[in-house]
């Protein structure tokens, strides 16, 4: 069972990337999934998730309203557009699927992906 993230990069402070998650070895059609990122030196933080239909959708306050998360089941992925980006967005964000509801602590998800790097400058 694997979780893939891609869509990581350099980007100028305002500038917008999408980060996309795939999933192999099962279907996670049933499960929560969200994105988390880790700054160095810091703690492994939420930014957002979604249920397991696309019904509802939670973000952190340093993020609601500049990322959008959504998810296609058909195609058991999931993405995070992020759109007006600042330097305090730069980190790793991992991709992460849980069992029943979205949480946002890292110890309810059961299965992670790698982490994609995101750069922003000033």
């Known amino acids: 069972v694997q979780l893939q993230a891609s869509g990581g990069g350099l980007v100028q402070a305002g500038g917008s990337l999408r980060l996309s998650c795939g999933a192999s070895?099962?279907?996670?059609?049933?499960?929560?999934k969200a994105w988390f990122r880790q700054a160095p030196g810091k703690e492994r933080e939420f930014v957002a998730g979604?249920?397991?239909?696309?019904?509802?959708?939670a973000y952190a306050d340093s993020v609601r309203g500049r990322f959008t998360i959504s998810r296609d089941n058909a195609k058991n992925t999931i993405s995070l557009q992020m759109n007006r980006l600042k330097p305090e967005d730069t980190a790793a964000y991992y991709c992460?699927?849980?069992?029943?509801?979205?949480?946002?602590?890292?110890?309810?998800?059961?299965?992670w992906g790698q982490g994609t790097l995101v750069t922003v400058s000033s």
């Open positions: 992460a699927a849980a069992p029943g509801r979205v949480e946002k602590t890292p110890r309810e998800y059961r299965y």
């Open positions: 070895g099962r279907t996670f059609s049933s499960y929560a």
């Open positions: 979604i249920s397991y239909n696309g019904g509802y959708a």
